[in-house]
């Protein structure tokens, strides 16, 4: 019996582990985003506090082979864990504020902060699997069958801990409720094994719940990163399997959609109001860089990666009528808070197609030909490596009409262009030609290929050919586009599926951009 209940508490053990470590790029990934760097610090720092767990555990369960120590460690365990969303949240509040206000130093240092906040309590877990195989050993030639049944056990846990919390509990319950539900029934198990061993004396541990209770109540009040800003009031908040959302609405009538740290607006809404003067509407000039004369009726279909809350496909339907717009959206939160406060629904867009899936995959089971294909999938400052590729770009021109044109939004600096550059050459390793326009006031350039050879030329003809009857929001947009139309440079990188090192070369951006003193051109 005692043996069964210490290979549960080792399954526990094991699955909390990993739970912990797939909730911290949760809980890191809502302000520093989920690129490469921030996994492999997450996956390697773990590692590094297992080592540590692995070599004291061995140490300690000789020194003191007792169940009693052995359940100790759980309890301090599982205490510690549902320590760290309590502790983290007053960090996270001020890296999202160092982010949005590009303190490169406070949001580095808070992000050492929270990474550092993990290493007791996965140590401590780390070593649960040595002391058990040193517990549960009673005969020297039985030891390799104890040791592999014990590291089977603890790694099967680790498997439920994998996938639980990312299919089930986050979107349900949220990351930071998440970690506290892991963290009590790791607390449950370890105490039950006290109270086998110790009897009522395991009592002395119950201040833990009691101290999580009170700090949960004190420090999970509100929302967990960022409150409503510039006037505007929260309506909306939840906690999505890929996002934190928050849905604001001003004084004017204007709702924003924000995810995550709330760097940037994700879609924005108004009743009467479809044109912002934002990156939104330099996709509506997309198909004006085909040779003239082109007409809003040219415009028969869209294909949207990245379609947010809908803003993009309001403001293509309002200039261009009811065209068939297939939208593809990952998030599903997203589409909800879209339907909800953005009019993404039948009643106010009955041509839009709502696709919930991955961008590149829902592309390829698409069978239409597009007018045009816009790609804005941005989770600032990155694009998802695997749409920014010379193989994703042929997949795009083979659902493209003759006449067909890609648009797709990239991120830049003032000074630094590497990413619109790479992207730029990688186009043309497709398309014929490829153009771009810099959106004013912002870190964003909308890059234009077209099926056919083009000139940057036909935009500007074919603004001044623009019917009297065109909607004015196509008008006045398109004014705009040709003031803000650059040349184009093109980059010795392309990317492709075998290489794309997208977020390296946004790092690096983003890294020169903070110490170059980039950030004094904002205030």
């Known amino acids: 019996m005692a043996n069964r209940y210490l290979y549960a508490a080792v399954f526990t053990s094991g ?47 000789d020194r003191s082979p007792k169940l009693t120590t052995f359940y100790r460690i759980l309890v301090w365990g599982a205490f510690l864990s549902a320590l760290i969303p309590l502790a983290a949240r007053p960090v996270l509040s001020a890296a999202a504020n160092a982010v949005i206000n590009f303190d490169g130093g406070l949001a580095i240092g ?12 996965i140590t401590l877990l780390g070593t649960v699997s040595p002391f058990a195989i040193r517990l549960a050993v009673t005969d020297v030639g039985g030891a390799g069958r104890t040791a592999g049944r014990i590291y089977a056990i603890s790694t099967l846990g680790s ?16 990351t930071f409720q998440t970690f506290l539900l892991f963290a009590a029934i790791l607390y449950l198990v370890g105490m039950i094994g006290l109270w086998m061993v110790e009897g009522a004396r395991a009592l002395r541990f119950v201040w833990m719940p009691i101290v999580i209770v009170v700090l949960s109540l004190l ?110 959206e990952i998030d599903p939160g997203i589409v909800e808070a879209g339907a909800r406060y953005f009019d993404m629904n039948a009643e106010f867009m009955p041509s839009l197609n709502v696709i919930v899936e991955d961008g590149r995959y829902a592309l390829n089971h698409l069978d239409r030909a597009y007018t045009v294909i816009g790609i804005d999938a941005y989770r600032p400052p990155y694009i998802p490596w695997h749409l920014t590729t010379v193989e ?35 186009l043309l390793e497709v398309f014929p030609s490829v153009h771009a326009m810099d959106v004013p006031y912002s870190f964003n350039t909308i890059l234009v290929a077209t099926m056919q ?19 004015p929001l ?17 980059s010795e990188t392309v990317f492709t599926d075998n290489r794309a090192p997208v977020e390296t070369l946004v790092d690096s951006l983003v890294l020169n951009f903070l110490l170059s003193g980039g950030t004094e051109t904002l205030r």
Do not use: C
């Not at 992000?111 to 309590?121: E, M």
């Not at 919390?165 to 349900?172: G, K, Q, S, T, Y």
């Open 219 to 328: 420090v999970l009040n509100g929302s967990p990163l960022r409150a409503a800003i510039s006037g505007a009031r929260l309506i909306y908040e939840d906690e999505s399997a890929y996002n934190y959302i928050q849905v604001q609405e001003d004084s004017a009538g204007n709702r924003y959609l924000y995810l995550n740290e709330g760097q940037g607006i994700h879609s924005q809404w108004n009743a009467t109001v479809y044109g912002y003067g934002r990156t939104w509407d330099f996709f509506l000039t997309a198909p004006y860089f085909s040779p003239p004369p082109v007409v809003p009726d040219d415009v028969e279909s869209m294909a949207l990666i990245g379609l947010a809350a809908g803003t993009i496909a309001r403001q293509y339907i309002a200039v261009y009528g009811d065209i068939p717009i297939d939208g593809i």
């Open 15 to 61: 699955m909390t582990t990993l739970a912990v470590e797939m909730l911290a790029s949760r809980l890191l990934g809502s302000v520093y985003g989920t690129s490469n760097l921030i996994w492999a610090n997450v996956i390697g720092l773990m590692l590094l506090y297992l080592t540590v767990g692995y070599f004291v555990g061995g140490r300690w369960a």
């Open 453 to 471: 050879p083009t000139s940057a030329d036909n935009l500007i003809t074919n603004a001044a050919l623009l019917p009297e009857t065109a909607p």
């Open 474 to 490: 196509l008008r006045d947009t398109l004014a705009l586009a040709v003031a803000n139309l650059v040349p184009i440079q093109q």
């Open 159 to 174: 498997l439920i801990g994998t996938f639980l919390p990312v299919i089930l509990l986050i979107p349900e319950l949220g």
């Open 110 to 121: 808070s992000f050492a902060s929270v990474v550092i906040l993990f290493a007791i309590p």
């Open 392 to 426: 994703f770009f042929a997949e795009v021109r083979a659902k493209l009409a003759e006449n067909g044109v890609v648009a797709i939004n990239v991120g830049r600096t003032n000074t630094d262009r590497r990413l619109v550059d790479a992207l730029t050459s990688t």
